[in-house]
């Protein structure tokens, strides 16, 4: 290959640009919280306030640093956001990639769908600026594998094992500070192994302003700065026996200055964040503020044991190379097991290979690598199973990517360059075929198109899953419901198996008993989506106003939900008010008065006409109850 990189990136692109538009919006682990940042900036011109209460919050990542989504709104200004960014989520979700359940944690609607408009535009415009920012992290892979080795195989391979990594383009196709982290991350170690080899003072500038900004980027480059310090003492340790003493005092004085430059030029760039973040929270990290908010949902409530070390190995692995969406959407076995070989074999090649470990310039991506692991480490013993991710060692993925291509390539003893560029256009073409195969084969029929888009922004999500292969996952009824006329009941589901069965839909009052009822025959195939309107009839009573329940069941066939915990039957879908005619007007003063567990107060209107006090009561009927006479006392 003449220009590998140029080809690498072309490929790239049309796989990242692919998973931005296959997966559907927020189908990336926190996209949602990421993009609201984003917004939130967008809109307010000036930082998110993290607080310990969740439902208090405008985005849950609002701890984090302000670069990703700083770029990000700096390019979206001007953007219309007023199409809902928040899309409800989906009850019947289960995190078990072995699940039958469609795979999207949310209920996505045909709003969403091309032609984008408003929110969805922007978070498509946002999608792509994570693509450009990951192809700054492939370039700069190639760059570190050129110069640690000096060889073109070993940076064309470490440049594909990077852009054609599944998981990589998944992130890379969503909105995450995850995807600058790792652009970042690469463009510090290879500026230090640069610095390592001439430490001028302008090459220890782009090193102190990259730890600087990666400061501003995600917590976890943090464990690159002292790597940055031992690329500045690195030559003067290598130099300083062998200059006489005039040498040594002008290497001293840029040592002296190199030092200086790259601790106190991170400061200047990062410094104000954590002292705002000092004065709001009392802790520059945000950490006790940000697992009070997080809670139960990430917080570990066992120690780390021999049984959590295994799942930590599994679920790293697996969403290192690819485990899309929330989790759940995995590889094939064969396909892990690809992935596997090529990291055994690079390994192998360490091993065979013991000049390797004469190569001093390997030293940044093994201590960069190690690093990171040793910080991932340090968070899994606070943080579950949610912080075993690959992607929270992307801030290392070119150092492994460079790593792994030595072993490949260099390892195995290719030194005739026929040979190594065979190699290296085989390993290629491999990766690339892995990679396009996992979108094409594996995450495009995740999301089919007619089943993920289907609801309506009116949807409220629900899960029932019968027995029979029919589960429902989302509803559509009038808020308040009108003596007289029939009310349009919307269901939406999918089906994981063939089958067909009637569906019934009823009224039942507050002491259960029916009040109305209508069935609709189904028949559905294997992945089919289901959508349907019931016409529940008006509700037989006389009583007014009354609390109704609107059910779902279909016969004896079970349901149960998403964890596989039995429903009642009939399934209850919601509770709706039941008023006689036209909708009563809501009262001028509003009341919450609830008498001996029959009658609420809603509220009462007051007004005074030819000399006499006219008061309207407005109740709502909670129980059965004898007629009431109210008693009104003026004092």
């Known amino acids: 290959?003449?220009?590998?990189?140029?080809?690498?990136?072309?490929?790239?692109?049309?796989?990242?640009?692919?998973?931005?538009?296959?997966?559907?919006?927020?189908?990336?682990?926190?996209?949602?919280?990421?993009?609201?940042?984003?917004?939130?900036?967008?809109?307010?011109?000036?930082?998110?306030?993290?607080?310990?209460?969740?439902?208090?919050?405008?985005?849950?990542?609002?701890?984090?640093?302000?670069?990703?989504?700083?770029?990000?709104?700096?390019?979206?200004?001007?953007?219309?956001?007023?199409?809902?960014?928040?899309?409800?989520?989906?009850?019947?979700?289960?995190?078990?990639?072995?699940?039958?359940?469609?795979?999207?944690?949310?209920?996505?609607?045909?709003?969403?769908?091309?032609?984008?408009?408003?929110?969805?535009?922007?978070?498509?415009?946002?999608?792509?600026?994570?693509?450009?920012?990951g192809a700054i992290t492939v370039a700069t892979t190639y760059w570190l594998g050129w110069l640690v080795s000096q060889r073109r195989d070993v940076a064309t391979v470490s440049a594909a094992l990077v852009a054609f990594n599944p998981q990589f383009l998944f992130i890379n196709a969503s909105v995450n500070n995850d995807v600058l982290m790792a652009a970042l991350g690469a463009l510090i170690v290879a500026l230090c192994v640069w610095v390592a080899k001439r430490p001028t003072l302008g090459r220890v500038i782009w090193l102190g302003t990259a730890v600087g900004l990666g400061l501003l980027t995600k917590f976890a480059l943090f464990a690159f700065w002292p790597l940055a310090l031992l690329a500045v003492w690195w030559k003067f340790g290598e130099e300083k026996y062998r200059k006489g003493a005039g040498g040594i005092f002008a290497s001293a004085r840029l040592l002296r200055r190199s030092s200086t430059l790259v601790l106190l030029l991170p400061l200047l760039i990062a410094a104000w964040l954590y002292w705002r973040n000092w004065q709001l929270y009392g802790d520059p990290l945000v950490w006790a503020v940000h697992l009070a908010a997080k809670g139960e949902q990430v917080l570990r409530t066992t120690p780390l044991g021999w049984r959590d070390l295994g799942e930590f190995f599994s679920v790293h692995f697996r969403s290192f190379w690819g485990l899309f969406g929330w989790l759940n959407v995995q590889l094939a076995a064969w396909h892990y097991a690809v992935y596997g070989l090529l990291m055994a074999a690079g390994a192998w090649g360490w091993l065979k290979n013991g000049r390797l470990f004469a190569n001093r310039w390997l030293i940044f991506p093994l201590l960069a690598s190690a690093a990171i692991y040793a910080s991932l480490g340090r968070y899994a013993l606070t943080i579950n199973w949610s912080g075993y991710q690959g992607r929270l060692a992307f801030a290392a993925i070119a150092p492994l990517a460079v790593l792994l291509a030595v072993g490949l390539v260099w390892g195995r003893g290719a030194e005739e360059r026929r040979s190594r560029g065979a190699e290296g256009i085989v390993l290629v073409i491999l990766l690339f075929g892995l990679a396009g195969w996992s979108v094409v084969g594996i995450v495009r029929p995740a999301y089919p198109t007619e089943v993920v888009y289907r609801h309506t922004l009116a949807t409220t999500p629900t899960c029932a899953r019968f027995g029979n292969g029919l589960w429902v996952d989302g509803y559509s009824l009038p808020a308040q419901i009108t003596a007289d006329e029939r009310v349009p009941l919307q269901i939406w589901g999918y089906a994981t198996a063939a089958g067909s069965a009637p569906l019934r839909a009823e009224w039942l009052g507050w002491d259960g008993q029916p009040l109305g009822e209508t069935t609709a025959a189904l028949s559905w195939s294997a992945g089919e989506a289901i959508s349907?309107?019931?016409?529940?009839?008006?509700?037989?009573?006389?009583?007014?106003?009354?609390?109704?329940?609107?059910?779902?069941?279909?016969?004896?066939?079970?349901?149960?939900?998403?964890?596989?915990?039995?429903?009642?039957?009939?399934?209850?879908?919601?509770?709706?008010?039941?008023?006689?005619?036209?909708?009563?007007?809501?009262p001028q003063t509003v009341l919450d008065e609830v008498w001996d567990g029959r009658l609420r107060l809603v509220g009462y209107d007051a007004a005074e006409e030819d000399g006499q006090l006219n008061v309207r009561l407005v109740w709502e009927t909670l129980a059965p109850s004898p007629p009431i006479t109210p008693l009104l006392s003026m004092c």
């Open 1 to 133: 290959m003449r220009h590998p990189l140029t080809l690498i990136l072309l490929g790239y692109f049309l796989l990242g640009i692919l998973f931005s538009f296959i997966v559907p919006l927020n189908e990336a682990p926190d996209e949602a919280d990421h993009f609201l940042y984003v917004q939130y900036l967008v809109e307010n011109g000036r930082l998110p306030t993290m607080h310990p209460i969740a439902t208090a919050n405008a985005t849950m990542e609002a701890n984090q640093p302000p670069l990703f989504y700083a770029l990000n709104a700096l390019f979206l200004q001007g953007q219309d956001f007023s199409a809902p960014a928040h899309l409800p989520l989906n009850a019947c979700y289960n995190f078990d990639p072995l699940d039958e359940g469609r795979q999207t944690f949310y209920l996505h609607h045909t709003a969403e769908q091309w032609p984008y408009a408003s929110t969805y535009l922007a978070h498509h415009w946002a999608r792509f600026i994570s693509v450009l920012i």
């Open 532 to 586: 349907t309107t019931l016409w529940l009839p008006a509700p037989q009573t006389a009583v007014y106003p009354q609390q109704l329940l609107a059910t779902l069941h279909m016969g004896d066939v079970p349901a149960t939900s998403a964890n596989g915990r039995l429903l009642e039957s009939p399934f209850v879908l919601a509770r709706r008010s039941l008023v006689s005619g036209a909708p009563i007007p809501p």
